[in-house]
């Protein structure tokens, strides 16, 4: 009998700081950033990774997936997405994402999102809200300066309708929390802080990586002035490795 493909799978590395389980819905991802790792850790060029597909009998294997995890009692939150956005382009159409969060949900498995969707993933906010003690929603933020974020992350959508998407989960009562990683200009990180820090409830600061703009910056400085503002609006906070060496 052929194996079947794993779809929630145990992560490594540095990967595992944010989330020990994981479940990439479809391949490649359309949002175009331009420091994404995803292409190279998969093998594909940066092009071709632009084009989104679903995963053959995805909803199969990961229905499959979560039943096993209810059956052992797992109490770690699956991490939705890593390689992927889970609210890219296609998943307005697909809908997976949505599909996905119900068979974690019905099944009382954690739910953890990481998305750059903004109102895109605001549909499944319902879903989040009706089981917030089981469910996170997060986004990653870059930048400030939005000329700077289309030339950087160009089909990503603003950070602006990101923020406002973090204070709509959070006014329903879903925690919420922001990957400050990558670290591209760490003035415009510091005011992200200062933006969302009434409406987040946690925060996950890494710094830029694989880009030579990364010998540029005094990451012991920015590291810093990092904890020193977290810790003026009393947030709950993680450091990644990468930034406490310094």
Not at 14 to 27: Q, T
Not at 50 to 59: A, E, G, P, Q, S
Not at 124 to 151: N, Q, W
């Amino acid at each position: 009998m052929k194996k079947r493909t794993s779809i929630i799978y145990e992560t490594r590395g540095r990967a595992k700081e944010y989330c020990e389980l994981a479940a990439n819905l479809y391949s490649g991802c359309d949002h175009g950033c331009t420091y994404c790792y995803a292409p190279s850790a998969t093998f594909r060029k940066r092009e071709d990774f632009r084009n989104t597909i679903v995963r053959k009998d995805i909803l199969e294997n990961f229905e499959k997936d979560v039943v096993t995890l209810y059956n052992e009692n797992e109490k770690r939150p699956i991490l939705l997405s890593f390689t992927t956005d889970p609210y890219n382009h296609l998943d307005v159409e697909k809908q997976l994402t949505r599909k996905a969060i119900e068979l974690l949900l019905e099944h009382n498995l954690k739910v953890q999102i990481l998305t750059k969707g903004g109102k895109r993933s605001e549909r499944d906010f319902d879903l989040l809200a009706s089981k917030p003690d089981l469910c996170m929603y997060g986004a990653t933020l870059v930048f400030t300066d939005e000329e700077m974020r289309k030339e950087i992350e160009p089909f990503a959508t603003p950070t602006n309708e990101r923020i406002n998407s973090l204070k709509k989960a959070h006014d329903l009562g879903i925690f919420t929390f922001v990957s400050l990683e990558p670290v591209w200009n760490p003035d415009q990180t510091l005011e992200l802080i200062d933006l969302t820090h009434e409406f987040v409830d946690f925060y996950k600061v890494g710094k830029l990586n694989y880009n030579r703009l990364q010998k540029l910056i005094d990451w012991k400085n920015f590291k810093l002035n990092a904890i020193q503002k977290l810790d003026s609006y009393k947030k709950d906070y993680y450091i990644k490795e990468d930034l406490q060496k310094f």
